[in-house]
């Protein structure tokens, strides 16, 4: 298994803190996507912000068509999370 270098949730401060507060607000944890996009916080800030726009909010889409969407994605690239 590989293993990438990541901020753990007790070592967060600053505006990581806020950033792994806020998903645990979302979704009761932090993924470990965003966790690995912790050495670069303005990336995940940024990358984050896409995905609530794009996933969260009202769009052409409908949120069981995102989902689904979203699922299908997921399971050809054989990716679980």
Same mark, same amino acid.
């Given at each position: 298994m590989a293993y990438l270098n990541h901020t753990t949730e007790? !070592?967060?401060? &600053?505006a990581l803190k806020r /950033?792994?507060?806020?998903?645990?607000?979302r979704a009761g944890y932090v993924a470990n996507i965003i966790k690995v996009m912790s050495l670069d916080v303005p990336t995940a800030e940024a990358s984050i912000?896409?995905?609530? @726009? /794009?996933m969260k909010s !009202?769009?052409? /889409? &409908?949120?069981? @068509?995102? !989902?689904? /969407?979203?699922?299908?994605?997921?399971?050809?690239?054989?990716?679980?999370y």
């Open positions: 007790s !070592e967060a401060t &600053g /950033l792994y507060d806020a998903a645990c607000a912000q896409f995905y609530v @726009r /794009l !009202e769009n052409a /889409l &409908g949120k069981a @068509r995102k !989902e689904m /969407l979203a699922t299908v994605v997921s399971n050809i690239n054989d990716c679980y």
